[in-house]
């Protein structure tokens, strides 16, 4: 192999490992900038409680859904929207959960608050 074949194979080479590495590194920080995305679902999880109280009036396979879908219990129609949710019930403190004002109505602004486990426990259905 002369010198001129020699020097093209090398840039072949090196072309393929420069556009390697910086592949490499575009998959990297995609990945950084997911695992921050899911850290901050984790951290403030407020469409996680979102998606939990939808999928508990209205899917039938939910381990909940027998408590509050199958008893009547429903979403009201702003709520559907993850960002009036958010609007209207605001960060979650720190220790509390979502919880219904009157255990028999729906998951509404007027009937919502962040509420301690003592609080909820206090707020229960009676036994129907």
Known sequence: MNKKEYMKQWRLVNKKAIALWRRNRYLKHKDEEAETHRQ????????????????????????????????????????????????DMGIRPKGCSLDRINP?????????????????RHNRRKYD
């Open 40 to 87: 901050w679902i984790r951290k403030n999880n407020l469409y996680t409680i979102w998606l939990d109280m939808k999928s508990r009036c209205y899917n039938p396979k939910s381990i909940s859904y027998k408590y509050y879908g199958a008893k009547g219990v429903i979403v009201c129609e702003a709520w559907h929207y993850f960002p009036y949710f958010k609007e």
């Open 104 to 120: 028999y109505g729906n998951y509404e602004p007027d009937n919502c608050r962040w509420a301690t486990a003592l609080e909820q």
